[in-house]
């Protein structure tokens, strides 16, 4: 896999898995408990998430800036590995109020902001080198799919440590009560079918007739979001192994000065990024935009999230624009334009650990048959990915892998047999699981992407980078497209709360008619997975190959910003769940992603131009 690579990318692929195991640990569950710990609607905690996620990229722009302005990527990056473990070990004490936990995410964000970047910054350096520069594409793909190795197993982790505490206390999992059991706190569950249900389901977790549902809510909510922050503590401690990972190799990362090798003459004369930095006037008039800006969408659109959001995006361009040379200004009009597309994209791509996990969580069967079973238990789907890797290592060229293919094939499918006999008929799953199948598919789907991508090379037919960014917007309104077609019909969550006859607001849980087969999502997260291979390693293959040399952290920064923006308007999602029929919401976003494939193959020629 790493044939034909330097060194430092096995150390950077190393450092990144570790740290995005922890991340995606906590991203698994972090709407789910603060909604479970604080009981807030699905508007607020999707507000809550939006801006963390906002954060967590924004904030890469100022750790590209430092970077930049002091040439100490690698010291950064070891700067930020430290500062998000103290973030997670703030989330990861149980019993803290909003305040603190909103304190320990803005302090991972923080962290991330000078980690995140700038790793990507230093993987592209190393291709600066003609020696690796037709490699830069797979690299940054080899790169990708270290994040998701351990994104895959964090969803376990995080399930299997909130079940091991609610176990340890006597208690079951069931994803609809912490819901319920603060609706009930709120006097929304009083009578009728709804209290029925929730004392059936009570009794069911307990293991016996509970006599106190309001002693039974209290408890079943400190012990449901403890577990969470347990599992928050892994995240702490895989943050540990990428500190002493990237400690002890990262002499293999280049520094700056030795990796720009072929920098013309002109761009050495330039002034650095530090001297552009101190251009009062530039950045003060920047700043002046962005106000205004802000303010223009917040009166618009009554919304000053979005204003924000904006605002901040349209300052950084004037900035970057005011400060880059005339022989810069093509490359950043482009990469502007790109991050343009950029934004929409993880508006809707994102929307998997939002509006996804609530159709997850609250349109998804609870239990499933004992092959489904397959895909929601980690031993057995380990067990059934090496019985599907044999398989594809039987039709290789030699005789003796044919052979390893054909025994890993009879051994591991006769293990996934022997698991799958010993399941129920009825199989409990719980919805941060789906999670999982992302990475998973983006592990499993980058080397035949890759393949595909070398294969067409070799008969001069590959699309440009710019063209696989155009083709992954296409595809990714294919994939809501699907989550579309399973929610016709289905009612929807405006439809479950009620205003009776007192003036009282009601709750009512989701009927058991309105739940679908887990496939419909995990369809859909294969295919926005092979659009996200299309695009999110391809552009940051783009911004590397296209961002002048002494903008590399903050070009990085830049997308990481336009991906912050994205992020924040992850809000249109949550906003609109309580509001909207399902289809409509998903239709939201195959219009965003359409529209955006529309503008990027308009200025394909523009993007195909700089890229050479």
């Not at 009578?191 to 389901?201: E, I, P, T, V």
């Not at 069911?204 to 509970?210: E, L, R, Y």
């Not at 398989?391 to 591991?412: D, P, T």
Request: net charge positive.
């Amino acid at each position: 896999m790493f044939k034909n690579h330097p060194k430092g990318l096995f150390v950077a692929f190393f450092s990144n898995m570790g740290e995005r195991f922890g991340f995606y640990t906590m991203m698994a569950i972090l709407v789910l408990f603060l909604q479970a710990k604080f009981g807030l609607s699905e508007e607020v905690a999707g507000d809550y998430y939006s801006w963390f996620y906002f954060g967590i990229y924004a904030l890469a722009l100022l750790g590209g800036i430092i970077a930049d302005a002091t040439n100490k990527y690698k010291l950064v990056i070891l700067a930020g590995i430290i500062i998000m473990f103290s973030g997670y070990a703030i989330i990861a004490i149980p019993g803290m109020t909003l305040t603190i936990t909103l304190i320990g995410l803005f302090t991972i964000a923080f962290g991330n902001g000078m980690f995140k970047g700038n790793l990507q910054a230093v993987v592209g350096q190393m291709y600066d080198d003609p020696k690796y520069s037709k490699v830069r594409d797979s690299a940054y793909m080899i790169f990708y799919m270290g994040i998701n190795v351990g994104a895959f197993f964090a969803p376990f982790v995080a399930t299997g440590i909130r079940n091991w505490w609610l176990k340890a206390n006597g208690l079951l999992h069931d994803g609809s009560l912490p819901g319920m059991c603060h609706a009930f706190k709120r006097g929304e569950i009083t009578d009728g079918a709804s209290l029925d249900n929730f004392q059936q389901l009570a009794d069911k977790v307990s293991g016996k007739t509970v006599s106190n549902l309001g002693v039974f809510a209290d408890n079943y909510i400190n012990i449901f979001s403890t577990g969470y922050n347990y599992a928050f503590g892994i995240a702490a401690g895989a943050m540990i192994i990428s500190l002493l990972v990237y400690i002890i190799f990262n002499k293999y990362l280049p520094s700056k000065e030795r990796s720009v090798v072929n920098i013309s003459k002109t761009e050495t004369e330039n002034k650095p990024v530090a001297k552009s930095v101190g251009n009062i006037g530039s950045f003060l008039l920047s700043i002046g935009l962005m106000a205004t800006t802000s303010l223009i969408f917040h009166f618009l659109l009554n919304n000053y999230k979005l204003g924000l959001a904006v605002g901040l995006f349209v300052g950084f361009v004037s900035w970057i624009l005011q400060i880059s040379t005339k022989e810069e200004r093509p490359r950043v009009n482009s990469l502007i334009l790109v991050f343009i597309v950029v934004i929409f994209f993880w508006m809707s791509f994102h929307q998997n650990g939002l509006t996804q996990t609530f159709f997850a969580r609250d349109y998804t069967v609870k239990a499933v048959d004992s092959f489904t079973n397959i895909f929601f238990n980690l031993n057995s789907i380990l067990v059934f990915i090496g019985t599907i890797s044999g398989f594809f290592v039987m039709f290789r060229k030699k005789v003796v892998e044919k052979i390893i293919g054909l025994v890993m094939f009879l051994v591991f499918g006769s293990i996934t047999y022997y698991l799958v006999s010993g399941y129920s008929v009825s199989n409990p799953i719980a919805p941060e699981i789906f999670q999982s199948f992302n990475p998973l598919f983006i592990v499993a789907l980058t080397f035949p992407v890759m393949g595909v991508f070398t294969w067409l090379r070799s008969k001069n037919m590959e699309p440009s980078t710019p063209k696989k960014i155009g083709f992954g917007m296409i595809i990714a309104a294919i994939g809501f497209i699907v989550v579309l077609i399973a929610s016709l019909n289905l009612i929807s969550p405006h439809e479950l709360q009620f205003v009776d006859a007192a003036g009282n607001i009601k709750y009512n849980p989701v009927p058991d008619s309105s739940r679908v087969m887990p496939y419909w999502l995990m369809s859909s997260y294969l295919i926005l997975t092979i659009a996200e291979l299309f695009l999110s390693p391809m552009g940051l293959s783009f911004v590397s190959k296209v961002a002048p040399p002494r903008f590399q952290g903050l070009m990085q920064g830049g997308w990481l910003l336009a991906t912050a923006v994205g992020n924040k308007l992850l809000f249109v999602g949550s906003f609109f769940w309580g509001k909207l029929e399902l289809w409509q919401l998903w239709l939201i976003f195959i219009v965003c992603c359409a529209l955006s494939a529309t503008f990027i193959f308009s200025i394909m020629k523009r993007l195909e131009r700089v890229a050479n």
